[in-house]
């Protein structure tokens, strides 16, 4: 079964962190990548970049950014391939964003 990995970031998380810190930790978000469960991954670019869009009563509304004021924000995903949710979750741990203020939202996909 596939599950989405979603990796949510606190920027505020990363602002102390070294560049040899941070190496190490690209090191981590490689080596998930890099797993051979791993079918997807990517990193998003920041949420100042994005756009939101919504359609009501027809009008379609788009604004900067996420709609939410929020500390968390998601950053990327990892498309897993997993005999069960414990062993995505398995994987998920491993993403340096689940310690550093973050979260890994672990969803099982439902294909079409």
């Not at 797993?35 to 920041?46: C, E, G, K």
């Not at 069960?84 to 939202?105: L, T």
Request: charged fraction near 25%; proline fraction near 4%.
């Amino acid at each position: 079964m596939k599950y989405m990995l979603l990796v949510y970031d606190n920027a505020a998380s990363w602002t102390d962190v070294t560049e040899e810190q941070m190496k190490d930790l690209y090191a981590e978000y490689a080596a998930v990548s890099n797993d051979p469960a791993t079918v997807s991954s990517a990193q998003l670019a920041p949420v100042d970049k994005a756009k939101t869009i919504r359609v009501r009563n027809g009008e379609m509304l788009t604004t900067d950014g996420p709609f939410a004021e929020t500390k968390e924000h998601l950053g990327g995903y990892y498309l897993v391939e997993a005999d069960s949710i414990d062993a995505a979750v398995a994987i998920g741990k491993r993403i340096p964003s689940a310690r550093m203020g973050g979260s890994v939202e672990v969803r099982p996909l439902i294909e079409m």
